[in-house]
Antibody, heavy 119, light 106 residues
Framework: QIPLKESGPPLVKPTQTLTLTCTFA??????????VGWIRQPPGKALEWLAL???????RYSPSLKSRLTITKDTSKNQAVLTMTNMDPVDTATYYC???????????WGQGTLVTVSS | DIQMTQSPSSLSASVGDRVTITCRAS??????LYWYQQKVGKAPKLLIS???TLQSGVPSRFSGSRSGTDFTLTISSLQPEDFATYYC????????FGQGTKVEIK
């Protein structure tokens, strides 16, 4: 059983909205201090944090991308969803979701999903 | 925004070498600093949390330290499986990753 798994379209067109879902098994986002974060990595480049959401629905966003991002959770489905508007080719990256542990570290990561932005 | 400056960006080392990677925060972050290891084509793996706490299952040759806003990841005796890219990350305010340090075989 894979603890976390990202799902979403592998290809989006410029200006479209990307919706990614993180489904986790064996954990519940109703557990105190648990959280889920989204991180991306363009090909050959460094990791970039995007957003996170905690068990109590507290949400945080990267300041540089805040206007384009929305993160939500569905505790009953054990899912966290990230939407990113106005996609551009520079947003081409592998998108990861990760569980935040009680030390606030990204403790468990999904395998990542590659999203390509191209017309 | 808090910036994390990692150095060096890459290094070449031999098996058995002692390797040190540094991460400097642009402002105080307390000990809210984490180290990850990423191998090619794989998701990052958490090595050290809160600057110095080794994660369960991580070999003891890895260690972390803090001096003010400077943080260090040390590999005491580099092993073949340690060749990878290493990232620091702060959680004091939002989240920021360093640019990464690629450890290559000499």
């Amino acid at each position: 059983q894979i603890p976390l798994k990202e799902s979403g379209p592998p290809l989006v067109k410029p200006t479209q909205t990307l919706t990614l879902t993180c489904t986790f098994a064996g954990y519940s986002l109703s557990t105190t201090r648990l959280g889920v974060g989204w991180i991306r990595q363009p090909p050959g480049k460094a990791l970039e944090w995007l957003a996170l959401i905690y068990w109590d629905d507290d949400k945080r966003y990267s300041p540089s991308l805040k206007s384009r991002l929305t993160i939500t959770k569905d505790t009953s489905k054990n899912q966290a969803v990230l939407t990113m508007t106005n996609m551009d080719p520079v947003d081409t990256a592998t998108y990861y979701c990760a569980l935040l542990d009680n030390t606030d570290a990204f403790d468990i990561w999904g395998q990542g999903t590659l999203v390509t932005v191209s017309s | 925004d808090i910036q994390m400056t990692q150095s060096p960006s890459s290094l070449s080392a031999s098996v058995g070498d002692r390797v040190t990677i540094t991460c400097r925060a642009s402002q105080t972050i307390g000990s809210y600093l984490y180290w990850y290891q990423q191998k090619v084509g794989k998701a990052p793996k958490l090595l050290i949390s809160t600057a110095t706490t080794l994660q369960s299952g991580v070999p003891s040759r890895f260690s972390g330290s803090r001096s003010g806003t400077d943080f260090t990841l040390t590999i005491s005796s580099l092993q073949p499986e340690d060749f990878a890219t290493y990232y620091c990350q702060q959680s004091y305010s939002g989240r920021t990753f360093g640019q990464g340090t690629k450890v290559e075989i000499k």
